[in-house]
T-cell receptor, first 114, second 113 residues
Framework: KQEVTQIPAALSVPEGENLVLNCSFT??????LQWFRQDPGKGLTSLLL?????REQTSGRLNASLDKSSGRSTLYIAASQPGDSATYLC?????????????FGKGTKLSVKP | SQTIHQWPATLVQPVGSPLSLECTVE??????LYWYRQAAGRGLQLLFY??????ISSEVPQNLSASRPQDRQFILSSKKLLLSDSGFYLC????????????FGEGSWLTVV
C-alpha cells in the first residue's frame, strides 16, 4: 500500500523567501501526484497535478517536481507571501481504487511572516 | 462550471445520536464521489467512494455508512455516533475519465460529545 510522508511538519519563514516542501512516497509505480492547499477549517484546493510522464508542473509562483525513481516530489514556492500561509498536502493514488482514492501525507503547515 | 456543496458546515451531536451529512455536485454528470475524514493529528483518510448510483465501496471498517440515492448526491450516515467519529469530513468528486484532479467541498466539522 502506498505511504506518503511530508517533511517538515511545520515551517516558518519571513516574507519574500523561496522555500521547498518535501513529499516522499513508497511505491515508485505512482502514475500521478497532487499537491493541495488547505486553509484552517476549510476544504482542500488542488494546486498542481503531475502525471507520471511529466517531471514538473508550474503555476504562477509554484513549481512541483516528481522524481519517481527516488520516490520524491517537491513543491517550490517562490517569493513567499503572508497569503501563502496554509497547510500543504501531497497525495498519491492508492492502487486498486478509483482515481480519487488517494493516500495523503499529513501535511506541512507553512507560516509566512510579514 | 462545476461546484460541490456539503452541509451542515458544523455539527455538535451527543454520543448515540444519528448523523446525516449531505453532499451534492452541480455542473457535471456521473461523477465519482468520495467521503474523506480528517481527524486531529492524522492525515486525510478515505472512508467511502462511489462510481455510480447505489454503488458504494468502503475503505475502512467503521460506524458509518454512505449512500448515493441520486447521480450527484452522496450522503454519509450513522445510526449511533461514537466519540471517535469526531472529525472534519470532506466530500469530493472526480470526473469519470482518469487523469483528472479531485475537487473537495468545504468540509463539515463534527464534534461528538
Amino acid at each position: 500500500k502506498q505511504e506518503v510522508t511530508q517533511i517538515p511538519a511545520a515551517l516558518s519563514v519571513p516574507e519574500g523567501e523561496n522555500l521547498v516542501l518535501n513529499c516522499s512516497f513508497t511505491d515508485s509505480a505512482i502514475y500521478n501526484l497532487q499537491w493541495f492547499r488547505q486553509d484552517p477549517g476549510k476544504g482542500l484546493t488542488s494546486l498542481l497535478l503531475i502525471q507520471s510522464s511529466q517531471r514538473e508542473q508550474t503555476s504562477g509562483r509554484l513549481n512541483a517536481s516528481l522524481d519517481k525513481s527516488s520516490g520524491r516530489s517537491t513543491l517550490y514556492i517562490a517569493a513567499s507571501q503572508p497569503g501563502d500561509s496554509a497547510t500543504y498536502l501531497c497525495a498519491g493514488p492508492n492502487y486498486g481504487g478509483s482515481q480519487g482514492n488517494l493516500i495523503f501525507g499529513k501535511g506541512t503547515k507553512l507560516s509566512v511572516k510579514p | 462550471s462545476q461546484t460541490i456543496h456539503q452541509w451542515p458546515a458544523t455539527l455538535v451531536q451527543p454520543v448515540g445520536s444519528p448523523l446525516s451529512l449531505e453532499c451534492t455536485v452541480e455542473g457535471t454528470s456521473n461523477p465519482n464521489l468520495y467521503w474523506y475524514r480528517q481527524a486531529a493529528g492524522r492525515g486525510l483518510q478515505l472512508l467511502f467512494y462511489s462510481v455510480g448510483i447505489g454503488q458504494i465501496s468502503s475503505e475502512v471498517p467503521q460506524n458509518l455508512s454512505a449512500s448515493r440515492p441520486q447521480d450527484r448526491q452522496f450522503i454519509l450516515s450513522s445510526k449511533k455516533l461514537l466519540l471517535s467519529d469526531s472529525g472534519f469530513y470532506l466530500c469530493a468528486w472526480t470526473p469519470t475519465r482518469p487523469g483528472n484532479t479531485i475537487y473537495f467541498g468545504e468540509g463539515s466539522w463534527l464534534t461528538v460529545v
